[in-house]
């Protein structure tokens, strides 16, 4: 890699040169997670998981099983540990923004002193943390797209017909793990410009986020209902976005809203649904700061977050 250095069940692939076995830790195997390393180890990689001993103890046994419009129905085999000391080529980053300070305490350092770790989080705040702890060099940020969900320890229900990753660096050192990916069945970009990787997330998530969560709708309904705060909300993450030196375009982002399929819940709203940790501050909060120091005025995100805060603080 050119980066620092029976029945529903399958079986390793058959590797190529091209794309030889690779070892593959992921940090967080749950919806995005336990799919990525599903499939990966389908590709023919050895999947290290890493997680709670009780998930482990399942994935240990059992596998991941998957089903997936675009995968299929499968149960892959994999690894699962509490801890990584050994050395991988690459370590896949899926926990919530929430819980990204006490997992990465299940990572050595040095258990990726010679490959790559890429965080696949929300927000753009997470890369600072990991490269301080694992090096400027190990960490490539990244997105993820896809609907993906952990229905039990070791199941993944994967709900859209896609799965796209676009990493952050240099095309030439990281085409190694983009073909890596691609081999595995996800569509893979390479971008080089970091900014533009993570906030044209960012812009297209915090107000998909921010507006179903707080009107407790699918973004079919937010999108007739509340057009007019989608609209306001997508141009104030798109200025924060351009002033953070990133390529940001509000109308491709309304464009990709309208295309989605009108049930559809972010994830913040389906963890408020069930009574969890909201990824607020990671996604609303990371955009408000982000427009303070900018000084770019976002009043209406302001007043979303400081609704849902206020909520989540009456509901705890």
Not at 18 to 42: E, K, M, N
Request: charged fraction near 25%; hydrophobic fraction near 45%; glycine fraction near 8%.
């Amino acid at each position: 890699m050119s980066v620092p250095s029976e029945k529903n069940r399958t079986t390793p692939a058959e590797q190529t040169d091209a794309v030889p076995r690779r070892t593959v830790a992921v940090l967080g195997p749950g919806g995005v997670g336990g799919l990525l390393a599903a499939v990966l180890s389908r590709a023919g990689h050895r999947v290290i998981c890493l997680a709670g001993e009780p998930t482990a103890r399942v994935l240990r046994r059992d596998g991941i099983h998957v089903r997936s419009p675009q995968f299929g129905e499968f149960t892959a085999r994999v690894e699962a540990r509490t801890e990584l000391h050994e050395p991988v080529d690459l370590c896949l980053v899926t926990v919530k923004q929430t819980a990204l300070t006490a997992a990465v305490e299940r990572i050595a350092p040095e258990a990726v002193a010679d490959g790559v770790v890429v965080p696949l989080l929300n927000g753009v705040e997470h890369a600072a943390e990991l490269r301080r702890r694992f090096g400027e060099e190990r960490v490539v940020p990244g997105v993820v797209r896809v609907e993906s969900t952990r229905v039990a320890p070791g199941a993944v229900e994967h709900g859209s017909p896609f799965t796209e990753i676009d990493l952050a660096g240099p095309p030439e050192r990281l085409a190694d793990l983009a073909g890596m990916l691609r081999a595995a069945g996800v569509r893979t970009r390479v971008i080089e410009d970091e900014p533009t990787v993570l906030w044209g997330k960012l812009a297209f998530l915090a107000p998909f986020a921010l507006l179903t969560t707080r009107h407790g709708l699918p973004i079919g309904r937010v999108r007739t209902e509340h057009r007019a705060e989608l609209t306001a909300l997508v141009a104030e993450a798109a200025a924060v976005g351009r002033f953070c030196g990133a390529a940001v375009d509000p109308d491709r982002t309304l464009a990709l809203y309208d295309a989605f399929p009108a049930e559809a819940k972010s994830s913040m709203q389906r963890d408020a649904e069930a009574g969890r940790a909201l990824e607020l501050d990671a996604i609303g909060g990371a955009l408000l700061r982000a427009a303070d120091r900018q000084g770019v005025p976002v009043p209406l995100a302001a007043r979303l977050v400081a609704e849902l805060t206020a909520g989540a603080a009456t509901r705890s």
